[in-house]
């Protein structure tokens, strides 16, 4: 498949009250592992960027390279930045370490548009809400992201902007039969506990 997979983990985890997301449970797992072993099915390296390497189990850094950001903590262009520089791959998956849902079949489609269309990157657009960090990007665009960071340009959207991307919508995901739950996320502990209560799995 030519891809790499980007877990970001280098955020404050603030409105969890600083708890690390990608090692809370869902179901018999913590977040992280189900991360893992999605990303496998397509990705030939998985790269794990954190400034707390001490928190993950050592399973982790067996099954992951792990590192740190270059330029750190601006945000998750900080962990683009720093794993764009190492991926081995034309093509780079990136996601956030608080989405339980991650999909293989939803990335490799996005590849798969991406590459048809020639663009730099594929975004999922649902509700007209974009989510770059469950996106596709050719990993050459570590050079505009690096740009961006030095002129203290922190923001997603701003990427966005820069690159041509492809937004890929509803009706995308409905003709391939693609599950949309790949872009949720976990951002407070009444998130979290709803999600448990409703036996998420
Ligand atoms: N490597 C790296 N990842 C980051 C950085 N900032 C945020 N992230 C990651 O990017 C994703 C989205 O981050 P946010 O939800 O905006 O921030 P957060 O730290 O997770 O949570 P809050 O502190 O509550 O906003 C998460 O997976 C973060 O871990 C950073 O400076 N470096």
């Known amino acids: 498949m030519e891809i790499a ?15 690390m997301k990608a090692l809370l449970p869902i179901g018999e797992e913590m977040i992280i592992e189900r991360q893992v072993r999605e990303m496998k099915r397509i990705c030939q390296q998985v790269i794990l ?3 707390q390497p001490e928190v993950f189990p050592a399973w982790v850094k067996r099954e992951v390279q792990v590192i740190g950001d270059e330029i750190a903590g ?23 370490c608080d989405m339980p849902y991650l999909s293989a079949v939803v990335a490799a489609a996005l590849k798969q548009e991406l590459e048809r269309l020639r663009k730099e990157a594929a975004i999922p657009r649902l509700q007209g809400k974009d989510h ?8 050459d665009t570590g050079e505009r992201i690096r740009e961006l960071l030095l002129r203290k340009q922190y923001r997603v959207k701003e990427l966005l902007q820069q ?38 799995s």
């Not at 919508?169 to 999600?195: G, H, K, P």
């Open 74 to 96: 601006c945000g998750p262009l900080s962990g683009m930045d720093a794993a764009f520089a190492v991926a081995a791959t034309p093509y780079v998956w990136v996601v956030a």
């Open 49 to 51: 960027v954190t400034q």
């Open 132 to 139: 770059p960090l469950h996106g596709v990007y050719r990993v």
């Open 163 to 200: 690159l041509s991307c492809a937004y890929v919508e509803e009706r995308f995901f409905a003709e391939q039969d693609l599950s949309t739950r790949c872009v949720i996320n976990i951002n407070t502990r009444e998130e979290y506990e709803a999600f448990v209560k409703q036996g998420a």
């Open 5 to 19: 997979g980007v877990i970001l983990a280098g955020g404050q985890n603030r409105r969890m009250h600083g708890q």
